[in-house]
């Protein structure tokens, strides 16, 4: 789950930055993490960006909740990105976040982050049909479940399924209308809507 972080509620004036509503998403974040559920943050610049951003002063920083074990920044930066202007001014190293581990003494890419890329390789839930009781996924065989209690006649579900090739085998119970649709890059979605009630969702490579 992708979570936007208004860029105006997290520094609502240049290089003061609302603790309170940062605790607010990482509470949010957690909540999603005990229920298997991955969650990437993302600052909006535009909309989303504070009124002093237009004015004469702007601040050197951006600052994002500490990643916790549930949650992963996306974005990409560099040593001499604008945003580490305020490390360097402060007398610290910058350290960089996002798809690659980057070695800011020596100014060089040291490759990917393994873990995180391990992560945004395995399935996410788009969307489910109700509150979810229990999300499992094995990397070894590649193997997905997710179960929930009450739906809704007719709600609608959506997993993002990253493929190998095929689409995955779907075992089902309390689910109807289950197809597959193609993703971005070749990957799946899988899709369908609850009978209502307890329902069950296994995915695996053919």
């Known amino acids: 789950m992708r979570l936007l972080l208004s860029w105006s509620r997290v520094e609502p004036r240049p290089g003061a930055y609302d603790e309170a509503y940062l605790d607010e998403v990482e509470v949010f974040a957690r909540m999603l993490e005990r229920r298997g559920v ?14 002093w951003r237009h004015g004469p002063t702007r601040s050197s920083r951006a600052r994002i909740f500490p990643p916790s074990a549930g949650t992963a920044r996306r974005r990409r930066e560099a040593c001499g990105d604008p945003h580490k202007a305020g490390d360097v001014r402060d007398g610290r190293i910058p350290q960089v976040w996002g798809l690659f581990d980057v070695d800011c003494v020596a100014n060089r890419v040291r490759g990917w982050r393994g873990a995180l890329v391990d992560d945004l390789r395995r399935p996410v839930v788009r969307a489910a049909p109700d509150a979810i009781g229990e999300v499992i996924w094995d990397d070894a065989t590649r193997s997905f479940e997710m179960r ?7 709600t609608s579900f959506a997993v993002f399924w990253p493929s190998r ?36 969702l296994r995915l695996r490579d053919r």
Not at 148 to 153: E, M, Q, T
Not at 183 to 192: D, E, L, S, W
């Open 38 to 51: 991955y969650s990437i943050s993302i600052s909006t610049r535009t909309p989303g960006a504070p009124a």
């Open 148 to 154: 929930g209690a009450g739906a809704r006649p007719g």
């Open 165 to 200: 090739g095929s689409a995955p085998r779907a075992d089902t119970k309390g689910l109807r209308a289950v197809r597959f649709e193609g993703a971005p890059g070749g990957q799946h979605y899988v899709v369908g809507r609850a009978r209502g009630g307890a329902w069950e």
